[in-house]
């Protein structure tokens, strides 16, 4: 069967960015100009996926207006004959999204549960929001590949240093089936970097059949105190072989502030309107403080 949905969980409270997300909802921070959802639907879209489910919870209006249509601003632009920016504000209203509010924020495994109605018995992808991924075939397409050829779930994983193990779900590999499509012993959420079984992460992508549906209802809380999704992916690759695709493109994190600091430069250095005086700025910038601070320390994840 084809896999036509996406199910976007975005009811995370969003603390990391506090005082920022307290009325807003942290998908809408945006990259340059983009809210990072979008890019998120985009990759959907460009994958082929022809329905998408965002699992909303609390101050995520936002997302819903983000998506709609807004007459008064088109018919502005329109009559200001300011066309790119009127094809800019149309792309994001012509797209097939559908909302659901997750009352209780309970963990992601719940979260992802709420889509039960909205996939049915389809094989569907769950993609999150903090990470955006950048390569010539997106990752979400690269899932949907690999789904044509084995018909089972698969997850995005990617390698990350030994110690931040404990940020992310990470799997026990068994062996390499074809070139980075591994079996998988087991799974474990955010393990101690000394128990770490790998530093194989999983990375916000995941192609999943509809039994895992039925694992999450029966789902008790784990790591955090929280159904986790990577729990009940476990317990599937009990009765259901489950895959891990190892991810070989760029991965921004854009869940934590220097992540998404990082992120906003990297993107700000392609974007048309501001590459150029971003380039100079930083080069300028980069003059100053290695005057003021010599010697310049290594970034932290380029120690090993
Ligand atoms: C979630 C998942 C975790 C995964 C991570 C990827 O954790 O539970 O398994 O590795 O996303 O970003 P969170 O970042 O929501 O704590």
């Known amino acids: 069967m084809k896999v036509r949905k ?7 409270l969003g603390t990391r960015f506090l005082p920022a997300t307290k009325a807003m909802a942290k998908e809408m921070l945006p990259i340059v100009d983009k ?6 639907v985009e990759e959907a879209l460009k994958s082929g996926i022809e329905d998408i489910l965002i699992v909303t919870g609390k101050a995520k209006r936002p997302i819903e207006d983000h998506f709609d249509a807004n007459l008064e601003l088109e018919t502005n632009l329109k009559e200001k004959g300011k066309a790119d920016l009127l094809k800019l504000v149309e792309e994001t209203t012509d797209i097939n999204l559908h909302f659901v509010r997750q009352k209780h924020p309970l963990g ?8 039960k109605a909205f996939v049915g018995r389809e094989p569907f992808v769950v993609m999150l929001g903090d990470d955006l991924m950048d390569d010539e075939i997106p990752l979400t397409k690269q899932l949907m590949n690999d789904y044509e050829k084995t018909h089972a779930s698969t997850i995005a994983v990617m390698e990350v240093p030994q110690e931040e193990t404990s940020k992310y779900g990470i799997i026990n ?8 499509l591994f079996n998988v012993k087991n799974f474990v959420e ?11 992460a999983i990375i916000g992508r995941y192609l999943l059949t509809p039994e895992i549906f039925s694992v999450l209802e029966e789902q008790t809380p784990g790591a955090g105190g929280e159904i986790q999704l ?7 690759n009990k009765t259901q072989r489950v895959f891990a695709h190892e991810f070989k493109g760029t991965r921004y994190d854009v869940g934590d502030k220097f992540g998404f600091m990082k992120t906003s430069i990297e993107y700000g250095l392609k974007h048309p309107e501001v590459k150029q005086d971003l380039t100079n700025y930083i080069i300028q910038l980069g003059k100053e403080l290695a005057d003021k601070n010599p010697p310049i320390e290594p970034l932290k994840d380029e120690v090993e």
């Open 173 to 180: 590999p068994g062996e390499e089936v074809s070139e980075g």
């Open 190 to 200: 955010k393990p101690k970097a000394e128990e770490a079984p790998s530093n194989l």
């Open 35 to 40: 809210p990072t959802i979008q890019f998120i």
């Open 230 to 236: 990577t729990d009940a992916i476990d317990t599937l």
């Open 108 to 115: 992601l495994g719940h979260a992802v549960l709420q889509a």
């Open 6 to 12: 996406a199910v976007i969980p975005a009811a995370g």
